[in-house]
């Protein structure tokens, strides 16, 4: 890696790093932020809507209540079930419509005997029906209540109320209301403060520990009392609704009937054992996040771009200098000290490429001198290896000379030696004649 990219990538990261780290750290803050904030306002929609819906359901109480507690009712029911008079039935029945025409909320007004049979009703084809072993029926005879929700045969979701008509101190029977639900739908449907995808919802459960959803869903207006979400689905916030927990559900697992992922509260409603979720989906509730992500993204990445070319500026005229005095010293490697660098810089760089033509001068002038001397030397050396040749050569020519002489005495020696050999030889021969001649 040149030094060129080492300074540019080191440029680069000083400048992106931290800018990636903050961006990191306020999206974490911000998230958090707005999840305490939404969290805050689906609890205050709980709040809000439960209030509500309390108030609804304690407005069909009141007039169950102002029904049962007609003198009137009472005493004609009291007459009827003492037999002592046969029109009874008529006044009842008569009592029954105008509860009805008065209140316009209430479509049908009926009046069951202890027995459980309908003796009078709005409905004259339900007069004489036996609803002695239904639950809503034994409920009416304990309490005023709201039984729940139920959809006609029209398929139209109606609310059962009943309560029981007290005459004497006993329970002479039971009276039942059905009412439009639309002041219980209008609350689901009322999403204020919930955004683009929040909603109120109402669920209860069934002998399964299923969650079911009693009113219509913003996703799904025929849900109601037909979509039901499987007790074994823990994760989605309907099933700890309708199991009695109130809490906050902002894990990322937390899931609505679409599967969809949500921020969402729980509320529980004793009194009619309905569960209440109130959630926003979690694209929803971080948009602002998300466009501050964006809009950081986009920052990051103009910011990034002019880090990108800043370094690339940086980087080059931080390094050039350095390479052209790595070039410098190569040429100054190569060609010897006649070249100079030709950087024109302020600070140390400048400064260095001057001490460095300094040395090159110095050196250069060095490098003169040591030829010169190293001439004079040659030349001097030359001169006595030629002296020396002349004298190695007449050292030779009298080597040749005395070896010539030395070996003519050894010629003359072995001459004199022969000679002398030859004349004892000679005397020799002549003493041995002699001696023979005397012996004679």
Same mark, same amino acid.
């Not at 105008?98 to 009046?111: F, G, M, P, Y």
């Not at 103009?302 to 940086?314: P, Q, W």
């Given at each position: *890696?040149?030094?060129?990219?080492? $300074? $540019?990538?080191?440029?680069?990261?000083?400048?992106?790093?931290?800018?990636?780290?903050?961006?990191?750290?306020?999206?974490?803050?911000?998230?958090?932020?707005?999840?305490?904030?939404?969290?805050?306002?689906?609890?205050?929609?709980?709040?809000?809507?439960?209030?509500?819906?309390?108030?609804?359901?304690?407005?069909?109480?009141?007039?169950?209540?102002?029904?049962? &507690?007609?003198?009137?009712?009472?005493?004609?029911?009291?007459?009827?079930?003492?037999?002592?008079?046969?029109?009874?039935?008529?006044?009842?029945?008569?009592?029954?419509?105008?509860?009805?025409?008065?209140? &316009?909320?209430?479509?049908?007004?009926?009046?069951?005997?202890?027995?459980?049979?309908?003796?009078?009703?709005? @409905?004259?084809?339900?007069?004489?029906?036996?609803?002695?072993?239904?639950?809503?029926?034994?409920?009416?005879?304990?309490?005023?209540?709201?039984?729940?929700?139920?959809?006609?045969?029209?398929?139209?979701?109606?609310?059962?109320?009943?309560?029981?008509?007290?005459?004497?101190?006993?329970?002479?029977?039971? =009276?039942?209301?059905?009412?439009?639900?639309?002041?219980?739908?209008?609350?689901?449907?009322?999403?204020?403060?919930?955004?683009?995808?929040?909603?109120?919802?109402?669920?209860?459960?069934?002998?399964?520990?299923?969650?079911?959803?009693?009113?219509?869903?913003?996703?799904?207006?025929?849900?109601?009392?037909?979509?039901?979400?499987?007790?074994?689905?823990?994760?989605?916030?309907?099933? &700890?609704?309708?199991?009695?927990?109130?809490?906050? =559900?902002? &894990?990322? @697992?937390?899931?609505?009937?679409?599967?969809?992922?949500?921020?969402?509260?729980?509320?529980?409603?004793?009194?009619?054992?309905?569960?209440?979720?109130?959630?926003?989906?979690?694209?929803?509730?971080?948009?602002?996040?998300?466009?501050?992500?964006?809009?950081?993204?986009?920052?990051?990445?103009?910011?990034?771009?002019?880090? =990108?070319?800043?370094?690339?500026? =940086?980087?080059?005229?931080?390094?050039?200098?350095?390479?052209?005095?790595?070039?410098?010293?190569?040429?100054?490697?190569?060609?010897?000290?006649?070249?100079?660098?030709?950087?024109?810089?302020?600070?140390?760089?400048?400064?260095?490429?001057?001490?460095?033509?300094? *040395?090159?001068?110095?050196?250069?002038?060095?490098?003169?001198?040591?030829?010169?001397?190293?001439?004079?030397?040659?030349?001097?050396?030359?001169?006595?290896?030629?002296?020396?040749?002349?004298?190695?050569?007449?050292?030779?020519?009298?080597?040749?000379? *005395?070896?010539?002489?030395?070996?003519?005495?050894?010629?003359?020696?072995?001459?004199?030696?022969?000679?002398?050999?030859?004349?004892?030889?000679?005397?020799?021969?002549?003493?041995?004649?002699?001696?023979?001649?005397?012996?004679?």
């Amino acid at each position: *890696m040149t030094l060129r990219t080492k $300074f $540019f990538f080191s440029f680069f990261v000083t400048a992106v790093a931290p800018l990636i780290i903050v961006g990191v750290l306020t999206f974490q803050n911000a998230r958090d932020e707005i999840t305490i904030r939404v969290i805050d306002q689906l609890e205050a929609v709980a709040d809000i809507q439960e209030k509500r819906l309390n108030e609804v359901i304690e407005s069909y109480l009141e007039q169950i209540k102002l029904v049962a &507690s007609r003198t009137q009712l009472r005493r004609s029911l009291e007459a009827y079930m003492q037999g002592n008079d046969p029109h009874a039935v008529d006044g009842v029945t008569q009592i029954l419509l105008d509860t009805r025409d008065t209140v &316009s909320s209430i479509e049908r007004v009926a009046v069951f005997d202890t027995r459980g049979t309908t003796i009078a009703s709005t @409905d004259k084809n339900e007069v004489g029906n036996v609803i002695g072993d239904t639950d809503y029926f034994a409920l009416g005879k304990e309490s005023f209540a709201i039984y729940g929700l139920f959809k006609d045969d029209q398929n139209v979701l109606k609310l059962r109320i009943v309560g029981p008509i007290v005459a004497g101190g006993e329970v002479v029977g039971v =009276l039942e209301v059905v009412a439009d639900s639309g002041a219980i739908v209008a609350i689901t449907e009322d999403y204020t403060g919930l955004g683009n995808t929040g909603e109120f919802l109402l669920v209860e459960k069934n002998q399964y520990g299923d969650a079911v959803f009693i009113t219509p869903l913003r996703y799904d207006t025929g849900a109601a009392l037909r979509r039901a979400i499987p007790a074994e689905k823990t994760h989605i916030p309907a099933i &700890s609704a309708v199991s009695g927990q109130e809490k906050v =559900l902002i &894990s990322d @697992d937390t899931v609505d009937y679409r599967g969809v992922q949500v921020l969402a509260v729980t509320r529980f409603v004793d009194s009619l054992r309905w569960g209440i979720v109130v959630k926003v989906d979690r694209s929803d509730a971080f948009s602002p996040v998300i466009d501050l992500a964006r809009q950081y993204a986009v920052t990051l990445l103009v910011v990034t771009v002019l880090v =990108l070319l800043v370094s690339f500026l =940086l980087s080059y005229t931080i390094t050039d200098p350095i390479k052209s005095l790595v070039r410098f010293a190569e040429v100054l490697q190569s060609e010897g000290f006649t070249t100079r660098a030709t950087i024109k810089t302020s600070g140390e760089v400048g400064r260095l490429a001057d001490a460095l033509n300094e *040395m090159a001068g110095r050196l250069q002038g060095l490098y003169k001198n040591l030829e010169s001397n190293v001439r004079e030397r040659t030349q001097k050396l030359e001169v006595a290896q030629k002296t020396l040749s002349e004298k190695l050569d007449e050292t030779e020519r009298l080597n040749k000379v *005395m070896v010539g002489r030395e070996l003519k005495m050894m010629e003359l020696k072995d001459e004199i030696k022969r000679l002398r050999g030859g004349e004892e030889s000679k005397l020799k021969k002549q003493k041995n004649t002699r001696r023979k001649k005397t012996s004679k």
